[in-house]
């Protein structure tokens, strides 16, 4: 059974810090490029992130460039989101997502607030 579970959500105050984790199993996690997606209340979802398969080259969305970093350990089958400078702009549920040539699999995603 395929799951991805992401854990690492949270209150957290403006300016602050979040690591965000994505635990695959029930396929071969190093075969697949990984990603970040987060979506606000009544907004589209959004790409944030994207790591190859092998965590030789990542990508960034505009808003994340400078702020987030991607990285996955593949011997522990997890992808990472570490979030620094955080704005309440950056509220949203992130996803995690598993992408091969002819398959996808979504995760549930965990809740991000940045407030004061």
């Known amino acids: 059974q395929v799951q991805l579970v992401e854990s690492g959500g949270g209150l957290v105050q403006p300016g602050g810090s979040l690591r965000l984790s994505c635990a695959a199993s029930g396929f071969t996690f190093s075969r697949y490029v990984m990603s970040w997606y987060r979506q606000a209340p009544g907004k589209e979802r959004l790409l944030v992130a994207t790591?190859?398969?092998?965590?030789?080259?990542?990508n960034y969305a505009v808003f994340a460039k400078g702020r987030f970093t991607i990285s996955r350990d593949n011997a522990k089958n997890t992808v990472y989101l570490q979030m620094d400078s955080l704005k309440p702009e950056d509220t949203a549920v992130y996803y995690c997502?598993?992408?091969?040539?002819?398959?996808?699999?979504w995760g549930q995603g965990t809740q991000v607030t940045v407030s004061s």
């Open positions: 790591i190859t398969s092998a965590g030789t080259s990542t």
């Open positions: 997502k598993a992408v091969d040539y002819s398959r996808n699999y």
